[in-house]
C-alpha cells in the first residue's frame, strides 16, 4: 500500500487546514486509515483514524476541532482542521491498517508539514 499526503502548510492561531491522502497498491482488505502526528522532540500520536465501516477514533486534544472523513470508493482519507493552535504544530503522518488475511499491517505515507503560528 502506498499513501499519498496533501494539503499541509502554515497557518495562523485559530485557522483552518485540511489534509488529504490517497492510498493506492494493495488496497484489497484496508481496515482503517488516519493520520498521526509528530511534534519535534515529540513521540508519534494518533490524531484520527476511520475505519471501513465509518468508525472514527480521535485523540484527545483534537476532539471537537478536528474531523477525518473517508471515501471508500476513492481509497482516500481527509482530515479537516479547525481552531488550530501552535501546538498542533507537527509532521503528519497519513496511515493505513491492512489485514492479509488475518494479520495487520500498518503502512505510512512520507508525511507533510503543518506549523501554526502564534
Known amino acids: 500500500v502506498q499513501l499519498q499526503a496533501s494539503g499541509g502548510g502554515l497557518v495562523h492561531t485559530g485557522g483552518s487546514l485540511r489534509l488529504s491522502c490517497a492510498a493506492s497498491g494493495s488496497v484489497d482488505e484496508i481496515f482503517s486509515l488516519g493520520w498521526f502526528r509528530q511534534a519535534p522532540g515529540k513521540g508519534r500520536d494518533l490524531v484520527a483514524r476511520?475505519?471501513?465501516?465509518?468508525?472514527?477514533n480521535y485523540g484527545r486534544s483534537v476532539r471537537g476541532r478536528f474531523t477525518v472523513s473517508r471515501d471508500n470508493a476513492k481509497n482516500t482519507v481527509s482530515l479537516q482542521m479547525n481552531s488550530l493552535t501552535p501546538e498542533d504544530t507537527a509532521v503528519y503522518y497519513c496511515?493505513?491498517?491492512?489485514?492479509?488475511?488475518?494479520?495487520?499491517?500498518?503502512?505510512w505515507g512520507a508525511g507533510t508539514l503543518v506549523t501554526v503560528s502564534s
Open positions: 496511515n493505513a491498517v491492512r489485514f492479509s488475511p488475518t494479520r495487520p499491517t500498518e503502512y
Open positions: 476511520v475505519t471501513n465501516s465509518g468508525q472514527t
